[in-house]
């Protein structure tokens, strides 16, 4: 990859990161969201193997659809609260939709079949990048949100996360899908 290319992608991760660990309105929140996507996408497709941009078409698809649901929820909980700001997050519809969007994101059960195979096709610094600093930015608006989201619904997650990825573990023999199901493991544990 170009060294040009691969410092704009490094920044962009960190502008995206530190777009939506600092901001207060939800629109903020899904652009830094959105700007982390776009820029690990060169990182996981740089190999121009057909595993690779597989891996890169599977993790951007998925994203997507988080994002949008994301802001699917950001929306309703405007429409019916007038509030665009992330920790007046009150409407429980909203809430459920967030908690639905941020553990896709994340990669928690039951949300986590992307995870491994994304992984499986990146190369070991770029599934590095994706089993840690990506996640940080989602685990943000977890804890800003989490005065009004369902802590059952996502204690349920975790501990299904902690369970499977465990479980999932021990059948693999490839180390990159060894990675995945302990970071999903790990995550159910943070």
Do not use: C
């Amino acid at each position: 990859m170009n060294p040009q290319a691969k410092l704009i992608s490094t920044i962009s991760l960190l502008l995206g990161t530190t777009i939506t660990i600092s901001s207060n309105h939800w629109m903020m929140a899904w652009t830094g969201l959105e700007i982390n996507t776009l820029a690990i996408l060169p990182l996981i497709s740089k190999s121009h193997h057909p595993r690779a941009i597989e891996a890169a078409t599977k993790y951007f698809l998925v994203q997507a659809t988080a994002s949008t649901l994301l802001l699917f929820s950001s929306t309703t909980n405007a429409w019916f609260t007038g509030q665009w700001d992330i920790t007046q997050l009150t409407h429980p519809t909203s809430s459920l939709i967030l908690t639905t969007a941020i553990s896709i994101k994340l990669g928690l059960v039951p949300f986590h079949f992307w995870f491994p195979e994304v992984l499986q096709g990146s190369s070991l610094t770029t599934g590095l990048l994706l089993a840690t600093a990506m996640k940080l930015p989602p685990l943000t608006l977890i804890l800003m949100t989490s005065h009004s989201i369902n802590h059952i619904i996502l204690t349920l997650m975790a501990i299904s996360s902690i369970a499977l990825g465990g479980w999932s573990g021990l059948n693999q023999t490839q180390t990159r899908k060894i990675l995945a199901f302990s970071s999903i493991s790990h995550l159910g544990w943070m």
